[in-house]
């Protein structure tokens, strides 16, 4: 929390693109630690149905912030500064930090070395291979060094006493499943919220704020959605949930490649975020459920690490490669009706992967 507070500030604060770039590295060092930690807590503190509970909550939190997130970018972007998004989480962050001094107890600790070779492999192997999607120069080198990494990443969990991200998480098909799920969902989810708004500010001429007001139709039904989806989740299984929440995403994006963004913003936008809304309110928390299912308490950590890699980089790989494939239109129409196919394909890669889920929910069941 306090990694990511005070380079939050330091953002702010930056003086050229390159302490930008700097500053968000080590806001990621931050996040990296503090997103899987708050999983991993409620896992150890909450048993059975609080768990399901307490699991489902994080991760509709999770998609509401994001989308509320939006809205207050929007507001503070049109009448202060971008700088103020970023000295915002300063004083939050400090206060959450002195609130978790108070409240957060957690006593279920092991003894374990941090897997340094395991680390920079990842972090040579991830960001070679977003780059070498979008660089300009050494795309192939890249690649090839992506391969490597990744490759010798591998190999060094497998061989570690104690690895960074134990590959008996993937031997669980749920789990597995669901990683891929989240992966593919994620790089729907980041390029849709990366594009949509710039198509609304570019193709209708809306303000940073009015389309960040825009994307409440997509916000406010995901938010009923999360707080109605724990009573859901008792009379509903968490395979069926996801699937449900998966079609109807697919059914909302499929509306806006359908009719196209010049249809305007009422039928090509509004009214398919409506749907996505409620999609997405069903699918994240039955996704973190399952990335987290069948675990032992040893290994929660590694698997809420692994379902917080995976929404990280299932959206920079998403966004990357929806962005590479749509370069080549100039023109805002054209450029977003063709990224919104290619998210399309995306949530269908998703959707073939929580069908994986559900067979897999369905053998533990038998």
């Known amino acids: 929390m306090l990694i990511f507070s005070i380079s939050s500030l330091l953002v702010g604060l930056a003086t050229n693109g390159a302490m930008i770039i700097a ?95 395991g680390t920079l492999l990842s972090v040579i192997g991830l960001s070679s291979l977003v780059y070498s999607i979008d660089g300009t120069v050494y795309r192939l080198p890249a690649l090839i060094v992506a391969v490597v990494a990744l490759i010798g990443f591998v190999f060094q969990e497998y061989r570690a006493q104690e690895p960074l991200m134990p590959l008996a998480l993937f031997k669980d098909a749920q789990r597995s499943y669901a990683y891929l799920a989240r992966f593919a969902y994620l790089g729907f989810g980041m390029a849709y919220f990366f594009l949509t708004p710039l198509a609304m500010q570019h193709v209708y001429g809306f ?54 963004i010049q249809s305007g913003y009422v039928v090509a936008i509004a009214l398919p975020m409506v749907i996505i809304g409620i999609g997405q ?63 399309l394909a995306l949530l269908l890669l998703a959707i073939i992967f929580s069908l994986g889920v559900l067979k897999a929910t369905k053998g533990e069941t038998h």
Not at 289 to 298: D, E, S
Request: glycine share 12%; net charge positive.
């Open 23 to 117: 500053m968000r590295a080590i806001q990621g060092i931050g996040s990296s630690i503090l997103a899987p930690s708050t999983l991993a807590l409620l896992m150890d503190n909450y048993d059975g149905t609080m768990r399901t509970k307490a699991i489902a909550y994080y991760g509709a939190t999770g998609g509401l912030g994001a989308s509320f997130g939006l809205v207050v970018g929007g507001i503070i972007t049109s009448y202060f500064s971008w700088r103020w998004g970023f000295f915002l989480n300063f004083p939050i962050g400090l206060a959450m930090f002195c609130l978790s001094l108070k409240f957060l107890r957690s006593e279920k600790t092991t003894a374990a070395k941090i897997d340094g070779l």
């Open 207 to 260: 303000s940073p704020l009015q389309a960040a007001i825009g994307f409440l139709p997509e916000t406010l039904p995901q938010f009923v959605m999360a707080t109605v989806l724990t009573r859901l989740a008792l009379r509903v299984s968490n395979s069926k949930l996801l699937m449900s929440g998966m079609i109807l995403t697919f059914v909302g994006v499929g509306i806006t490649a359908l009719v196209g």
């Open 281 to 343: 309110g069903l699918v994240l928390s039955p996704l973190t459920v399952a990335g987290v299912a069948n675990t032992t308490p040893k290994m929660s950590g590694s698997a809420s690490g692994v379902v917080n890699t995976v929404h990280q980089i299932g959206g920079s790989v998403g966004l990357s490669i929806v962005v590479a494939l749509t370069s080549q239109y100039t023109a805002p129409v054209a450029a977003y009706d063709h990224a919104v196919l290619w998210i």
